[in-house]
């Protein structure tokens, strides 16, 4: 019983380079999130998804990329990583009527 | 002004306290009202999930809704070391179509 899994879960980038985050959900839910985590600045929305093949933006997406081109997975991209990116990812999942099952995270750092 | 607030703690109690946390928010759309407990270095994970106004218990834990003055609790009774975490507190409109909000969380330590 897998949930939500993330990789990778430690990552160092350089300024400029690019990355993918994974998240893969084995529980059959329709909607997927993706989120950052600074300190004293909360969880906030990155993008999201509510189905396979849609996407919608978030509360900060800007400088990422997202896909889910099947129900299960949701791919976060960074094209350009910046300094301002450095933070830890987390992915979600969830059914219409239930709350949020996250994932462990992933720690990115961009020097 | 943010959407939902929380207040960051630190708080710390000991143990086999009980334990008050709070949430206020603004938008009176929001109908559900979610609890998670988040643990050093880990995602957080729902420890309770409600719709509109009233209590749920489980276990040691209660959730209380009041949405007439736009304010959700967590009452944790017999507080023990293993609840030391960061709590956030999240809501969401009428289903999960969409997003939930989260507060910024606050961090308990419960001393032996």
């Known amino acids: 019983n897998a949930g939500v899994t993330q990789t990778p879960k430690f990552r160092v980038l350089k300024t400029g380079q690019s990355m993918t985050l994974l998240c893969a959900q084995d529980?059959?839910?329709?909607?997927m999130y993706w989120y950052r985590q600074d300190p004293g600045m909360g969880l906030r929305l990155i993008h999201y998804?509510?189905?396979?093949?849609?996407?919608a933006k978030g509360e900060v997406p800007d400088g990422y990329n997202v896909s889910r081109l099947k129900k299960q997975n949701f791919l976060l991209g960074l094209e350009s990583a910046a300094p301002s990116q450095t933070s830890v990812y987390f992915c979600?999942?969830?059914?219409?009527?239930?709350?949020?099952?996250f994932g462990s995270g992933t720690r990115l750092t961009v020097v | 002004q943010k959407e939902v607030e929380q207040d960051p703690g630190p708080l710390s109690v000991p143990e086999g306290a009980i334990v008050s946390l709070n949430c206020t928010y603004s938008?009176?759309?929001?109908?559900?009202f979610m609890w998670y407990r988040q643990y050093s270095r880990k995602g957080p994970e729902l420890l309770m999930y409600?719709?509109?106004?009233g209590n749920k218990e489980d276990g040691r834990f209660t959730a209380q809704v009041d949405k007439s003055s736009k304010y959700i609790s967590l009452f944790i009774r017999d507080s023990q070391p293993s609840d030391s975490a960061t709590y956030l507190c999240?809501?969401?409109?009428?289903?999960?179509?969409?997003?939930?909000?989260f507060g910024d969380g606050t961090t308990l330590t419960v001393k032996p």
């Open positions: 409600t719709y509109s106004s």
């Open positions: 979600a999942s969830s059914s219409a009527y239930y709350g949020y099952t």
């Open positions: 938008n009176s759309a929001f109908q559900y």
């Open positions: 999240a809501m969401s409109l009428n289903t999960n179509a969409g997003k939930s909000t």
């Open positions: 529980m059959n839910h329709e909607y």
């Open positions: 998804s509510v189905g396979e093949g849609t996407t």
